[in-house]
Structures are given as C-alpha cells and as structure tokens.
C-alpha cells in the first residue's frame, strides 16, 4: 500500500521512514513512540531515550516523547504508537511514518522574556499557544509558561491578548439571536449540577442557551455524564445547531466541537501544580465561552477553605478581572459567590444527579432544597444579566418558571430535541454507611467524598456513587445512615467500603 | 520465592501487589510503568492514564508514571517497568511490587510560596530538594520550581541554603589535605578538554586535586569519556582514594559517587526550557564542588554570543555571587572568563581529544596553542589561587611544570594508579570535507560542529569524530580540507556526510 519512499504532510521524501504499530497503549494526552535502540533512524539521527522527536504521517504531525526499546518487543524496521500519536497522525495498520529533529521552538523565547519580566505582545501569546495547540510543547515547557504566568503576574493587556490567542486558536460557534446565555462554574463541588436546571429555566423564558460541558476529569461526574443519563449529549455542531433553533437551549457535551483546545491542555498542567493565576483564570473561563459565542456570562464561584478561591477578596478580585477583560469582548460578565463547605443535592454520581436535578425541575416535595436554590439564584442572575428581569427580580422570575412547571417541559423537550429522554439508570448494589457516635455533623470533605463516589464505579458505571442523608450541621445518632453507596458490582462496594474504613472521618461528627 | 501476601518497604502489606516484568524500555530517567487498563488495582485504585502512582519493592520506592494498556501486550496479572523504574526498585524478575496512590506532596506548597513573592527558609529548600532526589517530582513539578527561581530571582541567603539543601541531599567526601583545588567549566565549547591537562600540572605542583568528570549528556564527549580513553574512569570510592593518596590528583567519571544527586535531575530539565537562572547555577556548581571536598576552585567561563553567559556584565554578576556563596562554606572560588566563540583545540570526540590532550603533555611541537595556552590559564589560576604561586606568577609556574616534564609524568603515574595507562583507538574510516570556495573563515557553529561529531558515532565510538584543519580567521584556499570526520563504519561516515551537505555554514568562510 505504501511504496518504499512515501511523502509526507510538508512534501518532503521520507528518508527516516518506519512502520507504525499500535498496541493500545492510553497515555493519555502525551504523544509517546517506542523505537529499537539499535534501529536505524536511532543511530543515524543520533536520537536518545526521552528526546523530542517529530513523527510525520501523510496529512499530519505531531510531536513524541522517544522512549528506546532494547528487547525483543519491537523490531528493528518498526515504531509502535501511543493512542494518542497514532490519533493524531491519523493512521491505519501498517502505514509508515517519518521520524526526525524538530524545529527548534521559536516561542520558547518568548516564555523566557515573560520570566525576565518583560510585557509580551499579542504576537507573542498567538505564537506561544499555536505551539501548545500543535502539541509542540513538552510538559516542562508547559509548566513553564504557566509557572511564569503566576510568578510575574500578567497585566490587562496580557490577559486580553492570550484569551484572544486561546479563541483564535480553536473552532468558533456563531448565533442568530442577539443575546446568548452561558454560565461556567470555577470550584469542585461534588453534586453541583445546577446546569441543566438553568439552561431550563432560562431557555424557557426565551433567551438562547447553548451550552456546552464537559466530562468529568478527575471529579465522578461532569455535567455532560450527568446529562448523559437524560438524553444523548454528544451532537455534531450541526445537531447542536437544530435542537438550539428549535428550543433555544441545550445541554451537550463539548468534546465534539474544537472550542478553545489549548484551555484543556493547560488545565491539565494547572492541575498537576495546583496552581491558578487570575490571569490564566480568566483567559480559560472566558475563551472558552467567546468561542461558544456567548454576550452574556454569570458564574458560579465557590469559596471555602480548600475551595479555588479562599477569600471574598480573591473572590472580588477574580470578579473584576472578568468583567473588564470579557467588557473588552463584548462579553457581559456577572460572579455569584457562593458557599463552597459541602456538596450541593444528595447524589453524587451521573444518575444520581440526574435524579436530583430531575426532582428539582419536576417540584418534588423531597428535591434538595439547596440545588433547586442554587439553580434559581444562578438563573435569576441570568435573567438579570439579560435584562429579562429586573433589578433584584430574577430569582423571583427563576422561581415562577420552575413552579409553573415551564422549566420541567422545557426541558423534556430539549431532552427530545437531542434524541429522546432517557430514565436514569439505577445501581444493582446499595450499601448505607452508618454513624460510628451520636452527635453533630461537623464538616464533610468535598475531596475525599468525590473519591469514594469514584472508587464506587463512578463516573464510568453511571448509576454508581453515593447518597448523601446528612448535611453540615445535621443532628445524627449513632447506627443512622450518613450516606449511602450505590455501585453495580459487589467488587466496587467492597473497594468503596474499604476507603471508608481507613476515612472514618470524610464526615465528621462531634459530640457537642 | 514472593508468597501471595509479601511486605514492603514501610512493612505494610501489599494488598496492591502485582507481578513486575522488564521489558528493557529505555525511558531515560523517568519512571514508568504499564498496566492493563482492566486490571484489578487500576479498576480498585480508580487510576487513569498518565496517573502519578507509588511503587513499592522490598526495599524501595518510586513514583511513577501510569501509562494503560487495553491490547494483548500485557496481562492483568502483571505491570511492565521501565528501566529506571526497575533499578531504582531493585527488582529481580518476577518479583511482586506493590501499587497505590502517592502520598500529597507538601513541598509543592513551597514553590507556590515561592512563586508568590514570598522568601524561603533553609526547611522549605531541604523540603523540596529532598522530594526531588527521591524522585517524587514530575517534569511538570520541575519546571515550575526552575522557572520560580528564575522569575523571582533567589536572593544571597536562599541560593546559600538551595546550595546547602543540595549538598545534604547526597554523599560527601572528605580528604586530610588542608586544601583540596578543583575546576569546574560552564559551557558546552566542544574540544575544551583543559581537565586532564590541569590536574596533572597541579598535583605535579604537590596540590591535591580530586577530580570528578561527567560523561557525554547532549555533547560529542564528556572529559570522563576522554579520559577513559588514556586510563579506567568508573573507581569505586575506595579506589579513587587510594589513587588520590598515592599521587595527589585523579580524573574519574563522578557517576560512581553520589554527589549532589539534585543537580543531575535539575539540570536535564533546565536544558530542556534553555533556563539558567544564576541562583541556580551557583547552587549547582558549588554543591558539586562542596560535596566533592573542595577548598579552591576555579571556574572557565567561556562568554559569547551563543555561549550559557552572553555578556561580561553577567559573567561579573555571577562571579560575585559564586564567590560570596562560595565564602560562606569556606570555598574560594575564581572565575577566569575565556571566549567562548569557537572550539578549543583540534579533535572532538573522546580519542581525538585525547590525542591533544598527550600533545600538550608531551610539549609535542604541534600541540594544539589554544589548548596548551587556556589549560595554563585555569591551572595558573588555581596555584595563585591556593598560595602555591604568587600573585601574577601562576602561568609562568604552570608553564614549568607543563615544559620541565613534571605535568606529563604525574599524568602518567596518575593514569597508572587509576588501572594502567591506555593508547587512545583511532578510527577505521576517515574523510575530509573541503572547502567550497576560497576565502577566510568567519565563524564556526559550536552546536552544529557537536552534532556533526556526534553522527559520526562519538561518544559511543570512543575514536569516533572529527578533527578540524582550520581556525577562525583563517584563510582557505577551495578544496582544503576543512576537518577530517571519523567514524568507525561507512554508514556512520555516510550519515556525518549528508548533515554536512545539509549544513554547509557549520564552517563559514566569506570571501574578503
């Protein structure tokens, strides 16, 4: 199929050419290529165990880390891919690839000027994220340019340059309507699924939503999980297109459409560092939602002790550098600071959520009162934003549209419009886990809850996770259930069930 | 020989316990390891690709690196380590390790310190240090200290307790002698092989002088490759003091003795983001040096335009700072600036430089005049230094030593202790690229002139290289040899060969 001197993406012949095997092997995001020590393309180019190489198919390219085989799991004629090169690259069984030097990384200079405490220009920030984007750049420089982007603080005009090269640098949707809703949540508060009530709530008073979301990452369930339970989210952009015209809102998940790719990967660095400049905070919040088109922003911002933000000056801080900079791009932004001590709802888990979020949009007498107050004052400060309501009247309007049952058909026909709604699943296995002392419920640690939630199946078994029968405060007795755990093997409650035991305190109770 | 429930290294059961395999995959230093994506632990413990996980032998531990696989290459029964990962466990085959999640790493929390503006105490640095040696830092972890340090330059008292953190993190040696000189060299200027030449005319003087070598990391040669052309390098620690008693002075790959492990790790990381802040580079240099025992030092700082030191201005700022620090563990330190704008001496590669390096010995009448003269430089600089000569004398006693013989005998006896003196192998292939035109030569490419070595075969290839005909200034005819390459096979030959005709400025000549 291939003949012995292929060309490849920049029409060069490939003198380095090597077959391309895949083995199934998840790294990930890296791109990583296992190459013979002794091969050819090894020897000739001098190449080391972990240099960078650059890996070419017919219509692609990409980066890899080299790591250097010296048994007999590969041969001398052949490259074995990571999934992600061998995506990237776009190949089939058997093609072959070219492996060379790269470029040397002309923005790499540009981190380094930024380190030295000079201003970078636009044209800096469009060449250093087209780099990242390309997947040029290597973890260490990654964390590079963001370690300097926290360390010397960028400006106004920094911030606006890099959320416009973070836009640019991905897909763009665009709307007919003249006002588009979005609202984006910065903390990890396991059960905070106020999403899809909103989008309800606010496409029921006729104002556009199109909301994107994501999956989880490291969290047991992203909104796009949760959603998952109650309808299809993953729509191609023209799909996401229909169900918007015909309903003015939808829920769906944003892996499919392009939107600001140079955010993902930089949050992953962020995660790994535990560290979120203001300015790269707000380059990553807002590029994402210019590019999804949005004119109008509320979010949704946490604060706690081990929340993002920490203190109401952060906090307000934060609030002004999104206004100013999202005002620069015609993007009206609104922060609503919120409490970020416990879960949000009872469920945590895709489906349990999804039962949550469904009790809230029905009315039910026993739906968790703090997520259906939540979602009201989230939308209400839609509604305000969008001048839909008055001053001070959105959460009153947010409340009728629930109460008179608008949000609930709305939001059955969004569910329709996507595919057909769907009932939740529900979990074979349930186990409740008691109280070991009477008394008051002290504190509930959103880290470690997620984690058990996690180890229960979710957010792949998406009936998994846990129950939550107690919140902060709550009078207990010894024996009483504080949660319950959901999973759908006996395995996943026994691995859930031993976490517990060495967590006795991921809830906390004293005896006052 | 491991029963079903085996301890490990903190006696704890391994209740994550799973067989180790090797498959000789060559990740450099990183450790990684492979597991099936449905095996039992990665579905208990919730990981996911590119997870950071704690691995457990007997007697170690390592974090490493999670990539998952989903083909037939692995079982679900067993996990595949890379071989930095293999060694560091202290694995035999078949052996179980134990897998789980890693402890938080709490001197993250320092460098975010650090990048906030804030000072850091002597425990924050031993904190950090500490973890990096034992190998709990990620590239990404890394490059976010290193590029802290860079952007909120460390002031005197934090590169004193960096430097003290980077002392105490691995071995030290002690020697009787009251003063005890060394050299360190700043750039990559390929050919400066100076080393071998100083310690022989320094312990020909009566000076102890203990020196440590690397090999090649990204260059055609280290001084321990050349010199493990002329004598055995890789001594045991007894060894290298038993030659040092007998004749004063050895030069010795340092990679047997465990001095400043921190160093080896930072400085792969800085060379892959081009960063050397000066904090960092005194820290890494003297920790070297104060580990090593040293009492006197003197640094070659070669300054040009492509150079690590590009300007005087800088070279002055970081000899104040090298001497000051330098004080306060009792080192003095003198830093002899030298032009970095080409290479010194004829040969690159380690036979090749070996080669000049006997000719300056031998007062060989053509010995290569750079070599010989920068060799009496640093050494002159290190007798004046240490009160052996006076002051402006120091050259003038380093030329005795070198013309009397003394310099050339002490070599040869120090070659001896250290195993028995070598002839440096010469290659099997040798080919001369010409001029293409008449004229003078206006610069040569320090960087490209080592790579092109480097394809050669050298380091591997101890006699592989390149010998070079021809300095700047001076005038070609077309057709005169410009180097000669050298190489051990015609196909390494053939590949120097193709880079040369695809880089015909690495020796650019301009016709006046």
């Known amino acids: 199929m291939n003949g012995p001197h292929p060309t490849y993406v920049d029409g060069s012949p490939a003198a380095n050419s090597i077959r391309a095997r895949r083995l199934g092997i998840d790294t990930r995001y890296e791109a990583v290529v296992f190459m013979h020590k002794e091969c050819q393309i090894c020897r000739s180019e001098g190449f080391t165990a972990h240099a960078r190489v650059l890996l070419r198919s017919k219509n692609q390219q990409v980066i890899a880390t080299l790591y250097q085989v010296t048994g007999g799991l590969i041969g001398h004629d052949e490259a074995i891919l990571s999934e992600p090169a061998w995506q990237r690259l776009e190949l089939t069984e058997g093609e072959s690839i070219a492996v060379s030097h790269p470029a040397p990384l002309d923005s790499l ?3 380094r000027s930024l380190i030295y405490g000079n201003q970078l220009g636009e044209s800096a920030f469009h060449a250093i994220i087209g780099d990242i984007v390309d997947g040029q750049y290597s973890d260490i420089h990654l964390s590079s340019f963001l370690t300097a982007c926290a360390a010397r603080p960028l400006d106004h005009n920094e911030v606006l340059a890099l959320t416009h090269a973070m836009v640019e640098a991905g897909d763009r949707m665009a709307w007919p309507a003249g006002i588009i809703a979005d609202k984006h949540s910065v903390g990890g508060l396991p059960g905070n699924r ?4 909103i989008v309800a709530i606010v496409a029921s008073c006729g104002i556009t939503m199109p909301k994107t979301s994501s999956r989880a990452i490291t969290s047991p369930a992203g909104t796009a999980d949760t959603m998952e339970t109650l309808a299809p989210v993953q729509l191609a952009t023209a799909d996401i297109r229909r169900v918007v015209e015909c309903e003015g809102g939808c829920v769906v998940w944003g892996g499919a459409v392009n ?4 955010d993902d990967i930089l949050i992953r660095v962020e995660r790994a560092i535990d560290l979120d400049s203001e300015g790269q905070m707000i380059a ?9 088109g949005a004119t109008h922003l509320v979010i949704d911002l946490p604060i706690g002790p081990t929340a993002k933000v920490r203190s109401d000056q952060a906090a307000q801080a934060l609030a002004a550098g999104l206004a100013s900079v999202g005002d620069a791009f015609g993007l009206k932004t609104k922060v609503v600071s919120a409490d970020g001590s416990e879960p949000v709802g009872r469920g945590i888990g895709p489906a349990l959520e999804a ?3 469904l009790a809230v949009l029905k009315c039910d007498p026993g739906a968790p009162a703090d997520l259906r107050q939540k979602a009201i004052a989230l939308a209400g400060a839609l509604l305000e ?3 839909f309501a008055g001053p001070n009247q959105g959460e009153a309007v947010a409340a009728q549209a629930l109460d008179g049952g608008r949000a609930w058909a709305k939001f059955q026909r969004i569910c329709e419009a996507q595919g057909g709604m769907r009932t939740p699943p529900t979990s074979r296995q349930q186990r409740p886990i008691l109280a070991e002392q009477s008394g008051r419920v002290r504190a509930i640690d959103n880290r470690r809850i997620g984690r058990l939630a ?3 199946g979710a957010p792949d078994d998406k009936a998994a996770g846990l129950d939550l029968h107690v919140r902060v405060g709550d009078r207990v007795e010894r024996g009483q259930p504080l949660c319950t755990v959901h999973a759908d093997a006996p395995g996943e409650l026994a691995y859930a069930f031993d976490y517990a035991a060495a967590n006795r305190d991921i809830i906390s109770i004293f005896e006052p």
């Open 284 to 292: 990553s919040i807002l590029s994402k939602k210019i590019a999804a």
């Open 355 to 357: 039962r949550d979020v």
């Open 109 to 111: 200079s540009h981190i």
């Open 454 to 456: 996690k180890l229960a």
């Open 194 to 197: 106020t999403t899809p009530i």
């Open 259 to 262: 939107l600001s790719p140079a």
């Open 385 to 387: 934003l969008t001048n």
